[in-house]
């Protein structure tokens, strides 16, 4: 057996090596993650307004148990004035809470549930940090000002990112399905396919 020969399994056997402590040391080799698929502005849209009528319901609900209060209680006009006042703040503060709560913890609003899409960093698959979700939602309104041009540009860029996407850092994209409900789903396929009795 030559030299070279009896050199190879040696070298195979430190490559081996290598290998594992590099394993140990980094973790496993994970492949690269396909892209995910991002939402487009319909689903947006509904989502959104899907979320618009619940922050405006509970809005109405409140001003309506107020309004109901006062009007039993005779309270001086400069009074009305001051609470009607402090409700507009609080409902500000109620609309901008409601949107930088969800998209900083699960990155999906109510809506954004139904319509099967959430929010993440544009670079992690994680939920924004608060202060983030804040500066989209300032982003919100200002991609709404000039007469909603700044959502023309999901529709311009590969990533479907608005003006509020790119000022807060994020992404929306589709949320995949469960292997659960796709199992679900496929069940009930088969059970309507066969009728109620087993027969197809």
Known sequence: MSLGEEAAPHAAVAARAQAAAAERAHGPRQSAEPEPAYAGLVTRAIAFAIDAA???????????????ALSVLDT?????????????????IWTIGYFVFFWSTTGQTPGNRVMRIRVRGARTDEPLKVRWAAVRFVGLGLAALPLLLGFVLILLNDRRRGIQDLLGRSVVVNVPETAAAVRASEADLGHDATGSDGRP
């Not at 006009?77 to 609470?83: F, H, I, M, Q, T």
Request: aromatic share 4%; charged share 15%; net charge negative.
């Open 54 to 68: 619940i922050v405006d319901l509970a809005g109405a609900a409140v001003g309506v148990v107020v309004g109901l």
């Open 76 to 92: 001086p006009d400069k009074v009305d004035d001051v609470l009607l006042v402090i409700g507009g703040v609080l409902f500000v």
